[in-house]
């Protein structure tokens, strides 16, 4: 089910400040289109939803709140370039929910100094900063993770990214984290509202993270290469030959290793 967490508004209503989980890098994307891309990611605190199988509890669970740091955009982009000694690099926005959070003057600053930005988000809340993205990765929750979708509110996160029919606009894809069948209906389903998005689809990490995690130890491997290999079969069965089928990868190489 959504989670309808009172802290939410608050968070939200900040005019200049961005509540951050971690930041961390440069390590590589390791799942959606942007796979093997050299990345720093920016980690915000707090979501709208509750997934079943959330990986990332710690920034997700109000229980955690604490440990979210409320940070002007200027500190947050200081603390990549201590990271990148300066280099611009490819800022992965990723949370929790990241559109929670205000981070439009953030893409402006970083986007001054050579830096680019990616996000990814359930669809659940739209911003008018979306059409400054680089990248904007839309990711429905299908049915297995015990959410809510609101089709509309994807539209609108389309829609604000597309803003007055912006050529110049995010490169925009939708992705899904696939279980099991009624899950693969559900990626049809959506899909088949937008057409002309890209679409890529990636197995489940079932292995729920715990909050502080050290690593692959208790990680389903073997489950979710069989899902992987699951997977494929059923989007070339189906003859989904417009759609990408890619890994966790970065599950497979650290578990649910933080920091990486």
Same mark, same amino acid.
């Given at each position: 089910?959504?989670?309808?967490?009172?802290?939410?508004?608050?968070?939200?209503?900040?005019?200049?400040?961005?509540?951050?989980?971690?930041?961390?890098?440069?390590?590589?994307?390791?799942?959606?289109?942007?796979?093997?891309?050299?990345?720093?990611?920016?980690?915000?605190?707090?979501?709208?939803?509750?997934?079943?199988?959330?990986?990332?509890?710690?920034?997700?669970?109000?229980?955690?709140?604490?440990?979210?740091?409320?940070?002007?955009?200027?500190?947050?982009?200081?603390?990549?370039?201590?990271?990148? /000694?300066?280099?611009?690099?490819?800022?992965?926005?990723?949370?929790?929910?990241?559109?929670?959070?205000?981070?439009?003057?953030?893409?402006?600053?970083?986007?001054?100094? /050579?830096?680019? !930005?990616?996000?990814?988000?359930?669809?659940?809340?739209?911003?008018?900063?979306?059409?400054?993205?680089?990248?904007?990765?839309?990711?429905?929750?299908?049915?297995?993770?015990?959410?809510?979708?609101?089709?509309?509110?994807?539209?609108?996160?389309?829609?604000?990214?597309?803003?007055?029919?912006?050529?110049? /606009?995010?490169?925009?894809?939708?992705?899904?984290?696939?279980?099991?069948?009624?899950?693969?209906? !559900?990626?049809?389903?959506?899909?088949?509202?937008?057409?002309?998005?890209?679409?890529?689809?990636?197995?489940?990490?079932?292995?729920?993270?715990?909050? @502080?995690?050290?690593?692959?130890?208790?990680?389903?491997?073997?489950?979710?290469?069989? #899902?992987?290999?699951?997977?494929?079969?059923?989007?070339?069965? #189906?003859?989904?030959?417009?759609?990408?089928?890619?890994?966790?990868? @970065?599950?497979?190489?650290?578990?649910?290793?933080?920091?990486?």
């Amino acid at each position: 089910m959504s989670v309808h967490d009172p802290h939410l508004a608050e968070m939200s209503s900040s005019k200049d400040k961005i509540r951050i989980s971690e930041i961390f890098g440069p390590t590589v994307q390791g799942e959606g289109m942007l796979i093997g891309m050299p990345t720093v990611f920016v980690r915000t605190g707090g979501c709208d939803y509750r997934c079943a199988w959330c990986d990332t509890l710690y920034a997700v669970d109000p229980a955690f709140r604490a440990d979210w740091i409320p940070m002007r955009p200027e500190a947050v982009l200081d603390e990549v370039k201590k990271l990148t /000694g300066g280099a611009p690099i490819l800022i992965t926005l990723s949370g929790g929910n990241p559109a929670i959070q205000p981070l439009g003057r953030l893409i402006e600053l970083g986007q001054k100094e /050579g830096f680019s !930005f990616a996000i990814e988000t359930q669809g659940s809340i739209a911003r008018d900063w979306f059409a400054d993205l680089n990248y904007l990765t839309l990711s429905p929750k299908p049915p297995s993770a015990s959410t809510r979708f609101d089709a509309d509110a994807l539209k609108a996160c389309i829609d604000a990214a597309q803003a007055d029919g912006l050529l110049s /606009g995010p490169a925009i894809t939708l992705k899904f984290p696939i279980r099991d069948d009624a899950d693969l209906m !559900f990626a049809d389903h959506v899909r088949k509202l937008h057409t002309g998005i890209p679409v890529c689809v990636q197995p489940v990490n079932t292995t729920p993270a715990a909050p @502080h995690p050290d690593g692959a130890d208790g990680v389903d491997l073997d489950g979710l290469t069989a #899902r992987y290999r699951w997977l494929v079969d059923e989007v070339a069965k #189906r003859k989904w030959f417009d759609v990408r089928v890619l890994p966790q990868w @970065h599950v497979h190489v650290w578990g649910n290793l933080r920091g990486v």
